[in-house]
């Protein structure tokens, strides 16, 4: 595709289960972001990995929240045992590198219950 | 670390009027980027503008300029001729060019256009 695209886009979890969303990256993109939008604390960064697809360099370092990027274009941020407090819209961003404009997927409104 | 600061949640403007979008950074670095991107209700952030540290000319594109003060680390947006289509959240984001190159976001600011 020609753009960032997040799937679901609105996800119920139950309070202690474990999440998955996924993001597909632009081809050729080298940094990919994941990011917690909350109204109160704007937009945090959870994660983000750059060229080595195998490394992920954590922005805020939880041991509840980690991403893989099983292939370069392609990443999944994991919520383990989520939290009423893990509530927002998750967004994942991609960069093709230096100065150039991040391009954002629609998000993943997380509600957890 | 990086911050970005926002100061204002919230802004609105008269149809066709102007209005400034204020955004401070602290960093030690002196080289980075600075960005304004625009988020409307369908949630997908848009770049409005960028600009790169090292320039001296603020940037500029079509309604929207930016002040960009280096020394006082500062970089308001400016928009002319508001349109309602202008109504969303702003948020300016800064990013390193060496190092772990993290894009950090300010607050936001939710502009409002007045018909």
């Known amino acids: 595709g020609a753009g960032v695209s997040q799937s679901p886009r609105y996800k119920v979890a139950k309070r202690g289960r474990d999440v998955a969303l996924r993001c597909d990256s632009i081809s050729g993109h080298v940094t990919l972001y994941w990011y917690r939008q909350t109204l109160g604390q704007g937009s945090e960064v959870l994660t983000y990995s750059q060229s080595d697809a195998q490394r992920d360099k954590s922005g805020r370092p939880s041991g509840r929240f980690s991403a893989e990027r099983p292939e370069r274009s392609v990443s999944t941020l994991k919520i383990q045992r989520t939290e009423q407090g893990d509530s927002a819209v998750y967004l994942c961003?991609?960069?093709?590198?230096?100065?150039?404009?991040?391009?954002f997927g629609q998000g993943t409104r997380l509600t957890v219950v | 670390a990086q911050t970005v600061t926002q100061s204002q949640p919230e802004m609105s403007v008269q149809e066709a009027e102007t209005v400034t979008l204020s955004c401070t950074y602290d960093?030690?670095?002196?080289?980075?980027?600075l960005f304004w991107y625009k988020q409307p209700p369908s949630r997908q952030m848009i770049l409005v503008i960028r600009q790169e540290a090292y320039k001296q000319q603020n940037a500029t594109e079509n309604r929207f300029s930016v002040n960009f003060q280096k020394a006082a680390k500062s970089f308001s947006l400016k928009i002319s001729d508001s349109q309602l289509g202008d109504a969303a959240m702003y948020f300016c984001a800064y990013r390193c060019i060496q190092g772990a190159q993290k894009l950090v976001f300010g607050q936001g600011t939710r502009l409002t256009i007045n018909p």
């Open positions: 961003a991609s960069v093709l590198g230096g100065g150039t404009e991040a391009f």
């Open positions: 960093t030690s670095e002196s080289d980075y980027y």
